[in-house]
């Protein structure tokens, strides 16, 4: 158990619309990344953010976005849903002086119909 | 460029050690990490060793690190039917904070 929770566990989207994913990190920690896992492949990353600014980010298009919020909780936003989004979406909190450990979520899994 | 590379699948008998493995292609690796992933689940940190080391032990695992070679292993000694589940390597740069991860190594345990 990380501490790192998320919601919604289970999302059903249709081709064209928006969606809002959630993530609240652990106790302590300032960063959030989120990653995107397709079925049967690795985790790749989407943009990490640090006092509620993108700090990097990965080969996604715009219509991925995110926000940091003061408490350090964040969204994953995602507009014109194709169905190639269909994946588990997690986010990893971390500290930024140990941004060597970076501690999952259980994950959102959204379905793109 | 970034790849990390890992055989699909690993089968062990229960009791036996297992051997995970994983080449990487930047050389700028600072950090490389072994994550478990069980059905349905998120990831979970098993451990991670920096790049000027070249082993770590902690309890039943074990990671050897060939920077040479770019290669990266994962024993798991005295594997029990609840190591079942899909491992990932993970390789962090010093001038980004994104990981960079391996499709990952599916092991199964028998009895």
């Known amino acids: 158990e990380t501490g790192v929770t998320q919601s919604p566990t289970h999302l059903i989207k249709t081709r064209g619309q928006q969606v809002t994913l959630r993530c609240s990190s652990q106790s302590g920690h300032n960063t959030v990344s989120w990653y995107q896992q397709a079925l049967g492949q690795g985790p790749q990353f989407i943009f990490q953010?640090?006092?509620?600014?993108?700090?990097g980010r990965g080969n996604f298009p715009p219509r991925f976005s995110g926000l940091q919020f003061p408490n350090y909780s964040s969204e994953l936003n995602v507009n014109a849903l194709e169905l190639d989004d269909s994946a588990l979406y997690l986010c990893?909190?971390?500290?930024?002086?140990?941004?060597?450990?970076?501690?999952f979520g259980p994950g959102t899994r959204l379905t793109v119909t | 460029g970034e790849d990390v590379e890992q055989s699909l699948f690993l089968s062990v008998r229960e009791g036996d050690s297992s051997v995970i493995n994983c080449t990487y292609t930047d050389s700028s690796s600072t950090y490389l990490y072994w994550y478990k992933q069980e059905p349905g689940a998120g990831l979970q940190l098993l451990t991670y060793i920096f790049s000027n080391m070249d082993m770590k032990q902690d309890q039943r695992l074990t990671v050897l690190l060939n920077k040479k070679d770019k290669h990266l292993s994962l024993r798991i000694a005295d594997t029990q039917t609840g190591d079942s589940a899909i491992y990932f390597c993970a390789e962090r740069t010093d001038n980004t904070d994104k990981l960079i991860f391996g499709t990952g190594t599916r092991l199964q345990v028998f009895p």
């Open positions: 953010y640090y006092r509620e600014e993108e700090n």
């Open positions: 990893a909190s971390s500290f930024t002086g140990q941004l060597y450990e970076q501690y």
